[in-house]
């Protein structure tokens, strides 16, 4: 062999190893291979056409390999196969078969387009690499899982057994006694393999050694290694769970034994931490699923939604080794699988049964966030109760309103229905165990990822380029659950927050830029300049895009509480959501799930009626309470509108007078008397019950729209229902500034905070007792702040009639501001000042387009 | 845990300097030192927006590529006669933590090592600020250097903050 061919043998068996451990969710090592491949394959001496053919398809292969999903494992083994010929044909210094390349070319081709025998080459390249380091574990899960979904697996036994004896000779002790494990049961399994009956055994077998295997995984490298195979053990995991599971329950009977659990010692915490965000992702996506499928029980596809999310936290759950969660999940699968093959029907109760697994798996959440490794973890209270009521719902056939009712206390149930007990728990064995066959045929099982269905693109799953499209949408389907699932990618909000201010501050930057004296001058440069001002613009306006994300998840959220208020009150409520697509900043989405919360609380305790005397007036049985986003001018506004009663004038300000809030012989008008409820302490509720009537939570609503430069509004029609509307601006990223000149400084003043700005008369003008300066202003007389002399600013226009004054309007207290000019207004990118001293009416900062850095007036705090 | 023990000890009376390698500037003709990994950059001198209602030695706040950044003039801190900035007037951008402050100084001079054995205490002369803002004294061959006291004299000021709003409230 030449020491050409050698080096280049050496460097394509490297190529293979890098590709070794490549996995749909760790692809960047693909990366590696291609840069190498090309840099050995360039010089390659060859007189073939074959060669070359061979050499691109590998190309091809890797490019597939690092763009898509599909047929991953079947590329990555052609692939490999191909370089490994290429290998061969060096080590042999080109002495190879023709037939070689030609099933090479052929294998590679076909797994790109999906149909490859797929066990074939994998074990060929067994066969021909002969090499036991190119063997891993790997290969063999792989192996498993190619095996799984193929019909005929009888066939396949030799190639199992050949992976599995390679596996180990280089195995320790312990797993060799795990690998050995699975080929006696391999070897088991073969006597019965001729018999079409025994066929379900082969599952078993598959089933037990993927198992064997998955024991190695973690006893090797932790959760790790895991990650990378993630896909095979996934779901081969699943199944064994609810294979396992199945015969656990059928032993064990009706009661459910909380037992102590533990979080592995060895647990990863950023996978944990991803493997938390996926849950919450899911739960809320089945949390969504299930409030719609209340309204429409018949959906299959709802019910499919649902089943997958409980699926995929099963799945990820028993890989964390969380085996409390897994099996709760596994069991309120059970649960779904009823329902899905129409044991039970989708009652309330049933809804019940399942909202509050959900509760429960969000607690679970909860606790695996807040407990370390090794600690013990937390199961909410009502675990053990649930758990229960999920087992006698699966296992007895209780139905589950008669499971929901005896649910605190367990045994006795179980006593009562003993006699008939043995064909219930016949018929629910079988259940359980169809559970597991029905899966494949139902869902796409090979896919990588179980994926969620709400297209999200704030918050994507972990591994993108989902494939929705295969699942199909189901005729009755709601609007919603047709929306497209675009693919995205989960980025840190930190980095993404840099990436936004950087291009605010490049745009800053290129106006000072733009500014320049010199390109005024220079007709070419400002031609050049003012083209690259419009894609800088452009620019700006996508990467504000970045951090918006729709509202339907809040909305989501608010469906379930008013299902849950209005039960609880005794009220039908039907809450109508529109434009849940409307998008908002995203860190403004928290701040705005509070005052929504206590608006509809408010709306569903004070606003709507009982049921009886709303019919009575003539209104529909069932309350509708409205819940709209829309754009209106550069803002978000979110209404909240109710056919209840409306608001009562009377009773609001005497409520008012009794208090002292105002002043008994003051005029107000409807709208300003509706402002009242804003205030702190004010509720008209003539008891405090559970939902509200302690007056705290408009002063919270009102408290933190402002915080957000929002704005409330109130309009209500007695007998008609009231409705509340919040202006909110798009992103908290940038505010609408107006620039004044107080002597030569400049301030910045929240556009939203200034109701108009005007030239004073002489005749507007007055003092009160000697002291304040007042001016009238629309028949309404508003004391008047001298800027420039609270902070001592030098060269200020002295005479109110030669300024100008803003009247700011904050939260029904106004006053006139008096500055010099006003320069203009302007979107500005507010910016915090880390002052090492608490700073005096100065809110924070902006860089203004100058560079310079403007400060921006704190409207509130300048009254006092 | 860790973290606030650490902030115990940074905000200790007299936190004893180790040697290293120290940024040394002139104010008048004293030269400063400050230890160098606190310093983020040198800039030369931009435009400051003032800030109202501050301590006369805050100057205003700048715009450092995005950041808005206070700046202190460490000649007012010091009760130091105030002159006109000059070519070689300069900020240090000092960094602490999430803490940063531009240092107005009258010009940067040089990176020295300055050895723990080299390091004195202050000699109390009676005088407030000296003790005060100062961590020790570098004595070299051919000089000396005043190893200035970052954390405190550069992001701890509220007592004196406190004193200074109190009494305009009450003039």
Known sequence: ?864 | MKETMDDQTAAGISQKLEGGKFLTFFLGKEEYAIEILKVQEIIGLMPITPVPSMPPYIRGVLNLRGKIIPVMDLRTRFGFKAIDDTEETCIIVVQEGQFRMGVVVDKVSEVVDIDGSQIEEVPSFGSKSTDEYLAGIGKLEESVKLLLDATKVLFEMHEQIKEIQSEKSEG
């Open chain 1, 1 to 864: 062999m030449s020491s050409e061919f050698k080096k280049k043998a050496e460097d394509l068996a490297g190529i293979m190893k890098i590709m070794a451990d490549v996995w749909p969710g760790d692809r960047e090592d693909i990366m590696v291979a291609g840069a190498r491949l090309e840099d050995t394959m360039e010089g390659f001496e060859h007189n073939s056409g074959q060669i070359a053919n061979l050499i691109s398809l590998a190309w091809k292969g890797l490019i597939h390999l690092y763009e898509k999903d599909d047929y991953f494992q079947s590329v990555k083994s052609a692939t490999l196969q191909g370089i490994n010929t290429l290998r061969e044909y060096a080590v042999r210094d080109g002495d190879i078969p023709v037939e070689l390349f030609e099933k090479a070319c052929d294998d590679l081709e076909k797994s790109m387009s999906g149909d490859s025998e797929t066990v074939e080459s994998m074990s060929d390249l067994v066969k021909e690499s002969g090499d036991s380091a190119q063997l891993s574990l790997d290969d063999l899960a792989s192996l498993i899982m190619e095996i799984d979904s193929t019909e005929d697996l009888a066939q396949h036994h030799d190639r199992l057994e050949k992976v599995l004896v390679t596996c180990m000779d280089k195995a320790d002790d312990c797993d060799k006694s795990l690998l050995e494990e699975a080929q006696n049961i391999l070897n088991a399994g073969r006597s019965g393999s001729e018999d079409p009956e025994e066929r379900i055994s082969w599952d078993e077998v598959l089933k037990a050694i993927s198992e064997r295997v998955e024991k190695i995984f973690m006893r090797q490298d932790g959760p790790e290694q895991g990650a990378d195979s993630d896909t095979g053990q996934e779901e081969s995991d699943g199944k064994q769970h609810e294979v396992a599971d199945a015969s656990a329950t059928s032993t064990q009977g009706a009661g459910y034994e909380e037992q102590d659990f533990h979080i592995p010692e060895d647990a990863d915490q950023e996978l944990i931490n991803e493997y938390i965000t996926e849950c919450v992702e899911q739960i809320e996506t089945a949390e969504s699923a299930l409030l719609e499928l209340e309204t429409s029980p018949d959906d299959k596809e709802l019910i499919n939604q649902i089943f997958r999310s409980f699926h995929t936290i099963k799945g990820t759950s028993a890989f964390m080794g969380l085996t409390p969660i897994s099996e709760f999940a596994h069991s309120v699968e059970t649960l779904l699988d009823m329902v899905r093959d129409g044991v039970i029907s989708f009652d309330s109760a049933c809804a019940d049964i399942t909202l509050d697994a959900i509760d429960i798996l969000k607690k679970l959440m909860e606790g695996v966030e807040s407990t370390g490794n090794g600690e013990r973890l937390k199961l909410p209270g009502d675990f053990g109760r649930l758990m229960n009521v999920l087992l006698k719902v699966s296992d007895f056939g209780i139905s589950p309103e008669n499971a929901l009712k005896e649910s605190p206390d367990g045994e006795s149930s179980v006593d009562k229905g003993e006699q008939d007990e043995g064909e219930l728990r016949e018929e629910a064995l079988k259940d359980s165990r169809a559970a597991p066959e029905n899966i494949p045929e139902e869902k796409p099982e090979v896919e990588p990822q179980v994926v969620s269905d709400t297209p999200d693109p704030g918050e994507s799953t972990p591994l993108s380029s989902q494939t929705q499209s295969r699942e199909p949408v189901s005729g009755n389907g709601s609007p919603a659950s047709k929306a497209e699932t675009e693919s995205t990618v989960r980025v840190n909000v930190n980095r993404l927050d840099r990436l936004i201010d950087m291009v605010g501050e490049l745009v800053i930057a290129h106006s000072v830029v733009a500014q320049d004296r010199t390109i005024n001058s220079e007709p070419e440069l400002n031609r050049k300049m003012s083209h690259s001002t419009k894609i800088l613009r452009e620019l700006q306006d996508t990467s504000l895009t970045l951090r918006m994300v729709p509202l339907k998840a809040t909305f989501n959220k608010m469906n379930r509480l008013v299902r849950d208020l209005g039960k609880k009150g005794a009220k039908t409520v039907r809450l109508e959501t529109t434009g849940e697509d409307t998008e908002i900043d995203r860190n403004m989405v928290d701040i705005i799930n509070e005052p929504l919360v206590h608006l509809l609380r408010n709306a569903i305790d004070h606003g709507i009626e009982d049921q009886e005397s709303r019919e009575k007036s003539g209104k529909p049985g069932i309350a509708t309470i409205s819940l709209r986003a829309f754009q209106a001018g550069g803002k978000v506004v979110i209404e909240i509108e109710d056919d209840g009663r409306g608001m009562d004038r009377t009773k609001i300000l005497d409520k008012a007078i009794s208090k002292g809030l105002i002043d008994k012989n003051k005029k107000l008008t409807d709208g300003e008397v509706y402002k009242l409820i804003f205030l702190p302490g004010f509720s008209t509720a003539d008891k405090v019950t559970d939902l509200s009537g302690r007056g705290v939570g408009m002063d919270v609503v009102r408290r933190s729209i402002e915080n957000l430069h929002g704005k409330v509004d109130v309009t209500s029609e007695p007998g008609k229902g009231t409705k509340i509307s919040l202006e909110l601006p798009f992103t908290l990223a940038i505010t609408d500034g107006m620039l004044i000149g107080i002597g030569n400084q400049r301030f910045i003043v929240p556009t939203i905070n200034i109701d108009m700005t005007f030239r004073a008369e002489e005749q507007d003008l007055f003092t009160v007792m000697s002291t304040g300066e007042h001016v009238m202003f629309r028949g309404q007389s508003i004391p008047v702040i001298r800027l420039h002399k609270m902070f001592g600013i030098e060269n200020g226009v002295e005479n109110i009639l030669d300024g100008t004054l803003l009247v700011i309007n904050n939260n029904k207290k106004k006053y006139a501001l008096l500055v010099d000019e006003v320069i203009g207004q302007q979107q500005l990118v507010g910016k915090s000042i880390d002052m090492p001293v608490k700073m005096k009416n100065i809110s924070g900062g902006a860089i203004l387009g100058d560079g310079r850095v403007g400060l921006i007036l704190d409207t509130v705090t300048l009254l006092n």
